[in-house]
Each structure stands twice: as C-alpha cells, then as structure tokens.
C-alpha cells in the first residue's frame, strides 16, 4: 500500500471508526481514550504502509487496536490508577438500575479472560463473522465459536453474581 | 435487575473530530525528524584528540620500567641488599683476547671459585675478572 495518500487512510479510518472505538471503549472504558488508542492503531500502521498487503489491512488495524487497547489497561494496573467512574459517568442520564447495571456489567466484562472478551466483544458488539475474528486473532474458526460461547456463559455468571440477570429479549 | 443483550453491546458513538485529529498526528508524523546538534561531530573528534595527546605525553614509551627491571636483578644490588646472587654467566676478557672460564665447586655457598685459562695462552694473568 505503498501508494496509499493521506486522504485514503483518513477515509479509512472514518469507515472503521466507530466498531475500533466500540472494542476499544470495552477495554478502557473513557471515551477519548478509547479514541486515542484508535488514532494510535492507524498511526502506528501509516508509519508501515508500504509493507501493508490491502488484504490484511482490516485484521491488523483490529489487532493493533487491540493490543494497544490492552497495554493501556496493563498499564493502568501497574500504576495503580484503576478508575470505575468512566462507565458510571458516561451512562449518567439512564436511570438508576441501569447506572447500576451498566457498572455491574463493566466489571464483569473485566473479569472475563481476556482471549474470550476479546472474541465476545468482536462478535456481538462489532458483529464481524468466526472468520474474521479468527484472522483478526490468529486462530481457528472452532476456537473462536467455543471462545464465544465460553465468553457469554461466564459474563451470565458473572452478572448473576452481582445480581443482574441477562435478558435475551 | 435486568440487562438487555442489546444494551450489553450498544452502539457507542466516538467524539466528534476523530478524522480532523488523525490527520493532525499523521501530518506531525510525517515531518522531517528535528535537526541534530551538528557541532557534535567535531567536538567528540577534538576531544578524542586531546585524549590521545595527554596520554601519549603521560606515558611515552615503556624504556624506564625495562631499565628499573633491569637493574633491580643485577648483581650489585644482591649485594647490598644481602639476596643469594643468581648465576649470572661469567665473560673474561684479557684485551682483546676471550679467556675460558670454568666454576668449581666450593663447600660454602656464598663463595664462588673460577678458574680462568686464557685461550691463546699468551699471559697467565688476567686483566679482569668479574662476576
């Protein structure tokens, strides 16, 4: 993709936008975080454009943001700077129970391992098919379903643990 | 409490400007790396020279430590300080003439005996003899 310009990638990055800032925001949970880890995936791959096939493209800005998504997180851990209030902050017109909910389900989804939230949030949240995750994680498509159900059955027991149920409908 | 599927996985929207600051990064991204100190190069290579100079006038060359060695292991100086004399090789010389020398055994140790020949048989006496 050595011939690529400037405003090519920033259409790119306009199309993939909000599904990398989706993941992302599962991770770290602050909104303009989650779209500097997004700006940094695409930053970091510009710098190697050239050695880009067009065809792994949408993989490996899915793997970058993911990664990064995660250093950050390791990060935070390490410095010690865990902080609830994102979640709580960014649902705060909802009503009560759902403040509530949406902070039980953030710290459930934080205790899921990290292969199967990886897997649960690119699957539900960004909708993309076994194949591609299994491309995005280098993986099989089998590891990817039995991730995924694997994901779903402990974030259930998880909220179930802190009192929320899962409604299908 | 409740949680709908689909509010476990809405749809977040991302901050309005997301395009406008990527572009800012890549265009700061692609600018030329600031310049290096250029003055660098030539003060490391004065330095390195200085260096070298002082060295070079600190320790000129190793002939004063040979000459210490030297004469710390002649045998003037087992004298004075009273050490055993190593065995050093004799040469006696009667003018330009060599002269045979030979050790006999002595019961002292601290005594040497020579017994000197001359080899053109000219002189019986020696004009010098020196351990």
Partial sequence: ?169 | MKIDREAIFAELEPPPGGPARLRAKLRSAGAPPPARAWWLGPVAVVVIAAVAIFAFRLFPDSEPAAETDSLMTAAAFDRLLGRDSAPYAISVRRGPDPVAVSELETRDPNVRLFHLEPVSGADDTPESAAP
Avoid at chain 1, 1 to 12: G, H, L, N, P
């Fill in chain 1, 1 to 169: 993709m050595a011939d690529i310009d400037e405003a090519q990638w920033i259409a790119w990055y306009q199309s993939l936008e909000k599904p990398l800032y989706n993941v992302a925001y599962r991770w770290l949970w602050d909104a303009a975080e989650s779209q500097d880890v997004v700006q940094e995936a695409f930053l970091r791959c510009w710098r190697i454009r050239d050695r880009i096939e067009p065809d792994t493209f949408k993989a490996l800005i899915y793997r970058t943001t993911l990664r990064l998504a995660s250093n950050r997180v390791r990060r935070r851990k390490l410095w010690r700077f865990v902080s609830f209030a994102g979640s709580d902050r960014d649902a705060g017109e909802q009503g009560d129970d759902d403040v509530l909910a949406a902070g039980a389900l953030r710290r459930a989804l934080a205790g899921v391992a990290e292969p199967l939230r990886q897997v649960l949030v690119l699957s539900e949240l960004v909708g993309l098919s076994y194949k591609e995750i299994a491309e995005i994680m280098r993986i099989t498509e089998g590891t990817v379903g039995s991730r995924r159900h694997r994901a779903i059955a402990e974030l259930k027991t998880r909220l179930r643990a802190m009192g929320v149920r899962w409604n299908e409908n």
